[in-house]
């Protein structure tokens, strides 16, 4: 046998305490955008500083203004090349918590579909993408010794709250995180039988826009036919936002959008949409009236979402109040060259440009993050796409996101490391959703790979690039 | 010293008592809308059998398919006309809680611009306008014994919610109910100085409509560019309903509308607008475009308002997600022969119309009442004018309101009763929003009000229409 064999057999004679531990690690309310997650969000930090000590790595948890980083690395000198592995331990809020069919930070095994589905809050994103890469560790570890390589392990905590702090902390250590590579664990598989390399990926600002009207609440009854009603207003602008295909009508909105190269257009063209959406339905969703397919919609064309809406009465009776006030909450999703900042301007002049006389309008938002593309044709990206291969059943695809992962923009922009996106994650997984779920052979086969990706990072040489 | 001057000095002397009475009144939490007002309610109901049994009426609580009603008479024959007083014990809901600057079901007095001001929610709507009632009953009773009048007291604790129960109450209590004139105490004064008698009352009828989309709950980042977004779909509809100037455009909303009379129209735009508003801005308000004044706006033309809004994320944190649904309460303001069902039918095919293939609405109503006009020229809408004119420093008027009080269309059309509206509410009481209040001073001299209302009836005799 093989050692890379004997490693991968130790991981399936080990998947019974590997599922046990990521079913700890999901009890764990890790939520890093409501302040009661705060609790959670320590004690899960501390427990990842503990595993990784037993698992032989030099730990730290690092603070920072917001919450804390994981951080660790091995503590010998390998000789192989030095590459780093990220990921987040943060999650989504659970809500609405009576939509689960059992509690999110309580995990559940169950047995559907002929799978062994494990559903809580961060069981896919992306608790068992960060345990994948640690299992297939501690399995090299357990069987063969040393690792291959210089490992660097860095555990964020505020992903899902767009990654305030990560700038900072990646000046502050940019000789620690100086790599060859970095593995950024935290995206999706094309299908359940095909991997996939995600190289495109999205831009992302957030913004809260809250109408006040000249007065408080009032009676409806009263003044509903006189004073402006600021649910209408908001209701107005959110409407004008785009166009009736779904084109965003904002003025200089497309500047800096580049198109997708033919070539890439073609290979995305060529994919079977019904995979691609794995059950979700796109019908009255917006197409831009330009001919865009869905894949394109997806991961290469920008756009404006509405992710929350609150205004007046949202109790279970019926209330005659006029609100004072209204709000949305909205995201951007960029590509190109477009910068955040230039979009908030942008959108900012647009609301206050439909805003009737004697209502204010208050903003929430800064930040935000461009676009990044992937070096797609890397010896990287050619060994991990030749290690997945060996895994899966369909050979692995390139592709692009809507999504965001604010390391990448990074990383690649400020420390000029190649970052390989690859994940485990299947559309259906319900993420950022109630009832999220995992399965354990999807675990089991996603430790094989790193396992197998670890494999071919040791033909690599220090510093090299082939 | 006249009778009438002895208890009205009486009144006077009581205050201190009356305030009393009326704070313990204010601590129940009889919200109508919610489940868990359901205790308050109950609780309220028996307070007020105990006060009414106190005061040497016959009385007894109705039970409902809803809350019940407190219905209760004098025992003896007085010779003297019958007269129903209505008015209601349930509150509007006090969310948002932390608006209030003391809790709204412990009641506080605040020495405030030279005023004693009770906050607590029905302060103003409307626990005080029912208890000027019975304190002018006990004054009465007080100093001159038996009442003048044969009187029948209707409290509701289902007002709030469109009054669901009261139509059958109303069919199966028509002989209790039979009387030669009501007094509906549940509405407002034109200023502070100048009291009113309102005849023009509009219709009502409340929708609640959500937007589901095909899928549900999905990650914005992946999905939010090709899926359907509720929101979009909601804020589009929401948006259509009006035209730039606020004039609806469902079709045939306005069917079955009647122009002011001319002499009504010019009574009405001779008032002073900023006395009506009272500190209220009616900036960037919708004016239809037709030459209509706010008061004309607010009295006698009907309106579509949005009352409340709630749709994905509404939580203090950003969160990357697509929602599901999204929803939004309608309230619709009626005038003339407008009705109810045939307006509700329109607006749900317009909103059906709007629909994006794919998206599924639902929608939560029923009921609903039709405009009333009740008759200003007839001897009680005189008698209770000259009563009125005694107490305060200017005359009545003769008003509108976009108000709703279904009793009034029950009494008028079923029972063919003259209504008398009459109540001291003001626009700046904030009722329906944080913070309702009324005053001590205001208190008096409703209770004297009710005094000289009570000694103008003294006047009439039983089944006489002068």
């Given at each position: 046998m093989s050692k890379l064999d004997a490693i991968l057999e130790q991981v399936d004679t080990n998947m019974s305490a590997s599922v046990d531990k990521l079913v700890h690690f999901l009890t764990?309310?890790?939520?890093?955008?409501?302040?009661?997650g705060k609790e959670g969000i320590l004690a899960c930090s501390d427990w990842l500083k503990s595993e990784l000590g037993k698992l032989g790595f030099d730990v730290q948890v690092v603070e920072t203004a917001g919450h804390p980083l994981v951080m660790a690395r091995t503590?010998?000198?390998?000789?192989g090349v030095k590459a780093l592995f990220y990921g987040h331990y943060d999650v989504q809020p659970?809500?609405?918590?009576?939509?689960?069919?059992?509690?999110?930070?309580q995990p559940a095994i169950r047995d559907e579909d002929g799978l062994k589905r494990i559903y809580a809050r961060g069981a896919s994103d992306s608790k068992s993408q960060v345990w994948s890469v640690l299992e297939a560790f501690r399995a090299w570890k357990e069987t063969?010794?040393?690792?291959?390589i210089d490992a660097i392990i860095l555990l964020e905590g505020e992903e899902e709250t767009g990654?305030?702090?990560l700038p900072e902390f990646v000046e502050i250590h940019r000789d620690a995180l100086s790599c060859d590579v970095a593995f950024i664990s935290d995206s999706d598989m094309w299908s359940p039988a095909r991997p996939a390399i995600t190289t495109h990926l999205k831009g992302l600002l957030h913004e809260k826009v809250t109408i006040h009207a000249?007065?408080?609440?009032?009676h409806s009854g009263h003044f509903g036919n006189v004073a402006v009603n600021p649910v209408r207003v908001l209701a107005r602008i959110l409407a004008s936002?785009?166009?009736?295909?779904?084109?965003?009508?904002?003025?200089?909105?497309?500047?800096?959008v580049e198109p997708v190269s033919p070539a890439l257009r073609d290979q995305w063209q060529a994919l079977d949409i019904t995979e691609a959406l794995s059950g979700v339905s796109v019908a009255g969703?917006?197409?831009?009236?330009?001919?865009?397919?869905p894949i394109e919609l997806m991961w290469g064309r920008p756009g404006i979402d509405f992710n929350g809406l609150v205004g007046g009465n949202t109790g279970p009776g019926e209330r005659s109040v006029l609100p004072g006030s209204a709000s949305a909450r909205l995201s951007f999703r960029l590509v190109g060259r477009q910068r955040p900042e230039d979009v908030r301007a942008k959108f900012r002049s647009f609301v206050e440009a439909g805003l009737p006389v004697g209502c204010r309008v208050e903003f929430e938002g800064c930040g935000g993050s461009s676009a990044v593309s992937v070096n797609d044709a890397g010896p990287y990206v050619a060994a991990t796409a030749r290690a997945l291969d060996c895994e899966w059943a369909q050979p692995t695809l390139i592709k692009g996101t809507g999504g965001t992962i604010p390391l990448i923009e990074l990383l690649t922009n400020s420390l000029n490391v190649d970052c390989i996106v690859t994940g485990f994650i299947?559309?259906?997984?319900a993420i950022h959703a109630p009832n999220e779920r995992y399965d354990v052979e999807r675990l089991r086969k996603g430790i094989r790979s790193w396992v197998r990706i670890l494999s071919e990072l040791a033909n690599f040489k220090r510093g090299s690039n082939e």
């Open positions: 764990f309310p890790s939520v890093s955008s409501q302040p009661e503590g010998s000198d390998s000789g659970a809500e609405p918590l009576d939509a689960w069919i059992t509690p999110p930070f063969a010794g040393d690792l291959p990654s305030p702090s000249p007065n408080g609440d009032l936002i785009h166009d009736d295909r779904g084109r965003v009508t904002i003025n200089g909105f497309y500047d800096g969703g917006p197409d831009e009236g330009g001919g865009y397919g299947l559309a259906d997984d």
